[in-house]
């Protein structure tokens, strides 16, 4: 070959190598799936907040990143939730600008414990207890899905974390019914004083498995402090994929939202 022909060949390669470079910096790192709900006063069905749902991978551990967000759009609350292994029990950090409030469950030195913070108070930490059956935060989901053919013949029994408790509550969940392609469930508090704790109802998609409804206590408090009784709405459609980077502009998001809720 001629030392024409080789340098030809030497610019078609670096020229090759060059586009290659550009496709693939114009592809996204990694691809999430996004949902949106909201968030609305269960008395008088006024929309009180919105949430914007993210699902990917971050490093070895499955990932979920909540944003909540005022009405006008502003920020005010983010929740990330990590799972490694057993998605019924993963790590949740929740944290609300608002009024300073954290909670959340974390793994530190292969050892978990729950922590707690009001506003600019001390946080409190303690280890996470064993439960049977146990479920943390949005591992009611899984749960869910775990238990799902079961809930068709009988009630579940878990035991659900209450973090400002740092303990752990035992629930009943039960098939109420269904109905235009979703399933009703009520989840009520298995305890002789459950009578005095309004029920959660839930609706999930019969083809998906997909949360559609939630009905209750939330996790954003009010203005006193409790949980805002709420009902959560996630549209019918199929969630959409979106680029890593939203994801990574979900989690910068400055929280500085002062909305009443």
Request: glycine fraction near 6%; charge should be positive; include cysteine.
């Amino acid at each position: 070959m001629s030392s024409s022909a080789v340098a030809r060949a030497a610019d078609a390669r670096t020229h090759c190598v060059a586009l290659l470079a550009c496709l693939c910096a114009a592809l996204p790192l990694a691809a999430a799936e996004r949902e949106d709900a909201r968030a609305l006063a269960r008395d008088d069905g006024r929309l009180l907040y919105r949430e914007v749902h993210y699902q990917d991978r971050d490093g070895d551990a499955d990932r979920r990143v909540v944003l909540y967000r005022c009405p006008d759009g502003t920020a005010f609350a983010r929740k990330i939730v990590r799972s490694h292994g057993d998605a019924t029990q993963p790590d949740f950090a929740f944290h609300d600008a608002r009024n300073g409030y954290r909670e959340g469950v974390r793994t530190r030195d292969g050892k978990r414990e729950i922590f707690v913070q009001r506003g600019e108070a001390a946080p409190r930490t303690t280890a996470l207890p064993a439960a049977e059956d146990a479920v943390i935060d949005a591992g009611f989901d899984a749960a869910v899905r775990m238990h799902w053919a079961a809930l068709g013949d009988a009630p579940q029994r878990l035991s659900f974390l209450l973090p400002e408790r740092f303990a752990f509550m035992p629930v009943r969940v039960a098939k109420v019914g269904d109905v235009d392609g979703m399933r009703a469930l009520r989840m009520s508090v298995d305890t002789w004083f459950g009578f005095a704790v309004p029920p959660i109802e839930l609706r999930y998609g019969l083809d998906d498995r997909r949360l559609r409804e939630f009905a209750g206590p939330g996790t954003v408090r009010d203005a006193r402090g409790r949980p805002r009784e709420v009902r959560i709405v996630f549209p019918a459609r199929p969630t959409r994929s979106v680029a890593a980077t939203e994801v990574a502009a979900a989690l910068a998001d400055p929280l500085d939202g002062r909305c009443a809720i």
